[in-house]
């Protein structure tokens, strides 16, 4: 059955093996979520259902925001997202969702927001080659020719300096190295996008 889960990068550390090797391992605080609703192709055109992470105090909230929870008899959550599903007729509204639906050997995809850097030249951003720094150049950082002449205008796509980051951005096919539901902590395999507090969604590989 298709999953996922919401939740929060802690950080980067290592884990071993009992043979000693280590893995470089991403610990994610996942969940507790909770159903919200729930979303069916003959209402809405498709599948899914709608989860809801840490909890807000109710004077936070706007009048629309406490009608929906309060429809659902649930208390307001700070963060909203859906995720697709096959069958979200086999969840409940105000069903918890925690850590635990991920075992140890999975395989899952965690998206983000990559980390932002401001408006960055063309060397930061995309790997560019500087120009000689010696013997008069005068043309050390700068994008170059845009070879524009004939049709006159820059083409869509042209790799130039612009504002890098802050994209959503998936980091695919990873392991489940250690599940820890009493503490809401998963850890993944590798690296994943987005700084540390930063907001992730926890899904099945669709490579797996």
Same mark, same amino acid.
């Given at each position: 059955?298709?999953?996922g ?5 802690i950080g980067?550390t290592?884990l071993?093996?009992?043979?000693g090797?280590?893995?470089?391992v %991403? ?5 507790p979520?909770?159903?919200?609703e729930?979303?069916?192709?003959e #209402?809405?055109g498709y599948s899914a259902i709608?989860?809801g992470?840490e909890e807000?105090?109710e004077?936070r ?6 009608g929906?929870?309060a429809k659902s ?9 859906e995720?697709r599903?096959?069958d979200?007729e086999?969840?409940?509204i105000?069903?918890?969702?925690k850590a ?7 395989k899952?995809?965690?998206?983000? %927001?990559?980390k !932002?850097?401001?408006?960055a030249?063309?060397?930061? #951003?995309?790997?560019?080659h500087?120009g000689?720094? %010696?013997h ?5 950082r700068?994008? !170059?020719?845009?070879?524009a002449?004939?049709p006159a205008?820059?083409?869509k796509? #042209?790799?130039?300096p ?7 951005? %998936? ?8 599940v820890?539901?009493?503490?809401d ?9 987005g700084p #540390?507090?930063g ?10």
């Amino acid at each position: 059955m298709p999953k996922g889960i919401l939740g929060r990068k802690i950080g980067m550390t290592q884990l071993f093996t009992e043979t000693g090797v280590a893995i470089p391992v %991403t610990v994610i605080k996942a969940g507790p979520c909770v159903v919200v609703e729930k979303r069916t192709p003959e #209402r809405d055109g498709y599948s899914a259902i709608q989860l809801g992470f840490e909890e807000k105090k109710e004077f936070r909230a706007s009048r629309p925001v406490k009608g929906q929870f309060a429809k659902s008899n649930l208390a307001a959550m700070r963060i909203l997202k859906e995720i697709r599903l096959n069958d979200p007729e086999s969840y409940e509204i105000g069903q918890q969702i925690k850590a635990d639906i991920f075992q140890l050997g999975e395989k899952v995809d965690v998206t983000g %927001t990559s980390k !932002g850097h401001g408006f960055a030249g063309g060397i930061k #951003r995309h790997g560019f080659h500087r120009g000689p720094m %010696t013997h008069g150049s005068k043309y050390h950082r700068r994008p !170059g020719s845009l070879a524009a002449k004939g049709p006159a205008r820059v083409f869509k796509g #042209r790799k130039l300096p612009g504002h890098y980051g802050a994209e959503r951005v %998936t980091a695919l096919n990873l392991e489940v190295i250690r599940v820890e539901p009493e503490k809401d902590l998963l850890a993944v395999k590798g690296g994943i996008p987005g700084p #540390r507090k930063g907001l992730v969604v926890i899904k099945d590989s669709v490579k797996a």
